[in-house]
């Protein structure tokens, strides 16, 4: 007979797997209800729910989300991209050092603010040479996710695993895992994942055009509204006579007449006062448009328009952002960054409401006008993250720098040699920091990504309810019956692929959660190594490349590269599976 509680649990992971899906409540909330549901039936004791906060893994991230704050803030990347990239001639040279930079580094630093710092570059890089961006920012995405599979502090995922891995005590006393376990795996990736890229990547990836020479095609295009105010010399005039029909880079899409909405927009209608107009178009000719000769006002931009120093700056909404869910007009742009939404683009996707009535969403890309205060109020915000290179970073003494760089590069050395734990390293390098004031202690909580932590210990806690229940238990032998005739291999490949298309199109946070503690109860049935099999759900979830949503790096340059869902498909389908094939033959020589 089925037990009341295994009932429960498979319903709490279908709903899981629901939400997330659907985006319903969002990755923290869903977890918060999932456990909550299992508290309350007491499949879950409150000190089971609460173990994931004092878990040391936890811990570490939230460390490491600090000192990878600490060290964008320093400048120390900007300064050393910019005498690498200063010197790149062509696609493919400049293709090659940022591949290699970029995955090098995430190896070792959170790889979120490595794609953020590099994207102005890419930007500006493009704009000289005439190359889009669109051929570069998928791949900046696809490295840092090839670093950050390479080592145990690369990636978030690879930490939860672990975490995971020594909380169930699959083997008794079992310690952490190696900080270079995942480099087995990781580093020849990077390498396939570098020639991948730079033989093919060319050919797979789209050229997205400038909206001045070819807007029919797929590009980024901006909704911007603009209104006719009493002073504007376009009333009276029809469509035709305004030019408003022939602006090169700039369509009319609608025009809203006392709250009745015009879809189609002929030649011959004439302008009216408070005629709400609708465009879309790209940044330099929206720019024009806040020039008093257009006749055409941005209603968004008001008293910002009369300061004496402003800016039009582009930015992209982060994947744990505060403002998702959340109306233009709710957030407040202009009280809390001196800044005004004149324009979204949200890859293709038709937005019917006002722009102060559109609700922002993962991966936006919002056209900002600035005041003069807006870098200083934006400095510290994890919201969005900025396409184009517009601040400038203090420089600090070499020697603190040298510290900073110095003490990680000790403490990952001595964390794999066993000598000192990651997290006590953390701490006194963090400390260290604090005392010689290159960090400021009271501006630290702000890097702290309060939603992963709270994901992160409730998926430990959700994993310990599908081993008490016989949920795990009970889908690893389902997994194992079809999986076995295969072999061991076929058994690794099973959970490769499982993992990977639930990462891929709910999050791989939730992969994790719900695929660990099934591929653990695999291997302890059938009395194997667990290793191989804690490591492929690892990779499985990390290692995401198909989908714009699977990963967070892949969400940022969705919007500015102007790629479709398509695309990634395209370019990531295929690094996914040989990233497949060549973890399940590396754990199988290794570990078997």
Not at 140 to 160: D, P, Q, R, V
């Amino acid at each position: 007979m089925i037990k009341l509680d295994l009932i429960i649990v498979l319903i709490v992971i279908l709903f899981i797997l629901i939400s997330l899906y659907k985006e319903l409540l969002g990755a923290t909330f869903t977890f918060v209800i999932a456990v909550t549901i299992l508290g309350f039936f007491k499949i879950l004791s409150p000190g089971e729910i609460l173990n994931g906060f004092a878990n040391e893994q936890v811990a570490v991230i939230i460390l490491l989300l600090l000192l990878g704050e600490i060290i964008r803030q320093t400048a120390i990347i900007e300064v050393l991209f910019d005498k690498v990239f200063k010197s790149a001639k062509n696609y493919r040279g400049f293709l090659s050092r940022m591949t290699l930079i970029i995955s090098g580094f995430s190896a070792f630093f959170n790889n979120t603010p490595l794609v953020a710092v590099m994207m102005p570059y890419i930007n500006t890089w493009c704009k000289r040479n005439n190359i889009s961006p669109s051929k570069f920012l998928m791949p900046l995405s696809y490295a840092a996710i090839l670093g950050g599979c390479a080592t145990l502090i690369g990636t978030s995922t690879n930490l939860i695993v672990n975490g995971m891995y020594v909380e169930q005590q699959i083997i008794p006393n079992s310690q952490s895992l190696n900080i270079f376990e995942f480099a087995w795996v990781g580093v020849p990736m990077i390498i396939i994942g570098y020639f991948y890229l730079i033989f093919f990547g060319d050919k797979l990836l789209p050229s997205n055009p400038d909206l001045l020479t070819d807007f029919s095609q797929n590009t980024r295009r901006y909704i911007v509204e603009a209104e006719i105010r009493k002073n504007s010399h376009l009333i009276g005039k029809t469509i035709e006579e305004s030019g408003l029909a022939g602006l090169k880079g700039l369509y009319l899409i609608e025009i809203i007449r006392k709250k009745y909405k015009i879809s189609v927009v002929l030649n011959d209608l004439t302008i009216q006062q408070d005629d709400l107009l609708i465009f879309a178009g790209d940044t330099e000719v929206i720019t024009e448009m806040l020039n008093a000769e257009s006749g055409l006002t941005l209603p968004s931009v008001g008293m910002l328009n009369k300061k004496k120093q402003t800016e039009v700056v582009e930015i992209v909404i982060s994947h744990n952002s505060t403002m998702i869910g959340k109306s233009v007009s709710e957030i407040r742009f202009r009280a809390r960054f001196d800044a005004a939404v004149i324009a979204i683009h949200r890859n293709g996707e038709r937005i019917y409401s006002k722009i102060g009535d559109t609700y922002i969403k993962a991966g936006d890309v919002l056209l900002l006008y600035t005041g003069i205060d807006f870098y200083s109020r934006s400095i510290d915000t994890h919201d969005f993250y900025f396409i184009s290179k517009v601040k400038d970073f203090q420089k600090i003494e070499s020697y603190k720098i040298w510290t900073l760089l110095g003490g990680t590069v000790l403490i990952i050395l001595l964390s794999a040699l066993h000598l000192v734990s990651l997290f006590m390293g953390l701490v006194v390098l963090l400390m260290v920091v604090i005392a010689m004031k290159i960090a400021k202690p009271k501006e630290l909580y702000k890097a702290v990504d309060y939603n992963l932590a709270m994901i992160i210990a409730l998926s430990l806690a959700l994993g310990t309810a599908m081993i008490k229940s016989g949920a795990a238990d009970l889908v690893a032998d389902i997994l194992t019956r079809i999986f076995l005739p295969l072999g061991k291999v076929g058994l690794l490949f099973g959970i490769y692929i499982i993992t990977a298309v639930l990462a891929a199109y709910i999050t791989n946070k939730a992969a994790v959660a719900i695929v660990f503690p099934v591929s653990i109860m695999m291997a302890a049935n059938l009395g194997l190594n667990p290793i191989p099999f804690v490591l492929v759900v690892s990779f499985a979830a990390a290692a995401n490349f198909m989908t714009p949503h699977g990963y967070q790096t892949n969400l940022m340059v969705y919007g500015p590269g102007g790629y479709s869902f398509s695309d990634f498909f395209r370019v990531g389908f295929p690094l996914t599976i040989i990233y497949m094939l060549v973890t399940v033959f590396i754990l199988r020589v290794v570990y078997f």
